[in-house]
Nanobody
């Protein structure tokens, strides 16, 4: 079982930056990928960014490419999401996730195993 705890959400003006962090704890197999999804009311949870175990492969939603950067620290079992040039449409609850598989195929909620409780990001115009 893995427990994921996110931090770093909040309110920011358009054009600003936020950094989300997620710490994983518990007992689970290594070689796991980590990622971030987001969800707004009435919509499906969507992949924002993901990173494989080595950090050598990443996957980004087209809407955040060039603005968001995902990174991880395996020694600390953490993953971070640096969000720059934020837009009002980035407003959502952001969820940290952890799972196993081929990263580029892990694009849907059902492809991942464990989830954090979510952290609210609000971007004002």
């Amino acid at each position: 079982q893995a427990q994921l705890v996110e931090s770093g959400g909040g309110l920011v003006q358009a054009g600003g930056s936020l950094r989300l962090s997620c710490a994983a704890s518990g007992r689970f197999s290594s070689n796991y990928s980590m990622g971030w999804f987001r969800q707004t009311p009435g919509k499906e949870r969507e992949l924002v960014a993901a990173i494989n175990w080595s950090g050598g492969t990443t996957n980004y939603a087209s809407s955040v490419k060039g603005r968001f950067t995902i990174s991880r620290d395996n020694a600390k079992n953490t993953v971070s999401l640096q969000m720059n040039s934020l837009k009002p449409e980035d407003t959502a609850v952001y969820y940290c996730t952890l799972g196993w598989g081929t990263l580029n195929r892990m694009t849907q909620r059902a492809d991942w195993g464990y989830w954090g409780q979510g952290t609210q990001v609000t971007v004002s115009s």
